[in-house]
Nanobody
Framework: QVQLVESGGGLVQAGRSLRLSCAASGSIFSIDQMAWYRQAPGKQRELVAFITGRGQTHYEDPVKGRFTISLDNPRNTVYLQMSSLKLEDTGVYSC??????????????WGQGTQVTVSS
């Protein structure tokens, strides 16, 4: 099994920055990909960004140029640096990891989510 623990959420004023962290632990041989999703009140969960184990990144249009995703491979930890935050960035941010475990099985795991609230 793999556990994901997120941290770094909170209340922040619009225009400011915040950094989220998600640490994966457990039976991990390698990480294929880690991603951040978010869910705003009354809306469906949406992809924010992902990074592959080789460092390739993808950002959804609403966050391009403002958010940066990075992966610390030895620590199995993904970060999301969020800058120039907007009110519409408010939501529960969840981490997802696609992992090759030590039994050579590929599975997807989710963290519990961390609340980000952007105020005016």
């Amino acid at each position: 099994q793999v556990q994901l623990v997120e941290s770094g959420g909170g209340l922040v004023q619009a225009g400011r920055s915040l950094r989220l962290s998600c640490a994966a632990s457990g039976s991990i041989f390698s990480i294929d990909q880690m991603a951040w999703y978010r869910q705003a009140p009354g809306k469906q969960r949406e992809l924010v960004a992902f990074i592959t184990g080789r460092g390739q990144t993808h950002y959804e249009d609403p966050v391009k140029g403002r958010f940066t995703i990075s992966l610390d491979n030895p620590r199995n930890t993904v970060y999301l640096q969020m800058s120039s935050l907007k009110l519409e960035d408010t939501g529960v941010y969840s981490c997802n990891a696609q992992v090759l475990d030590r039994r050579w099985n590929r599975n997807s795991f989710w963290g519990q989510g961390t609340q980000v609230t952007v105020s005016s």
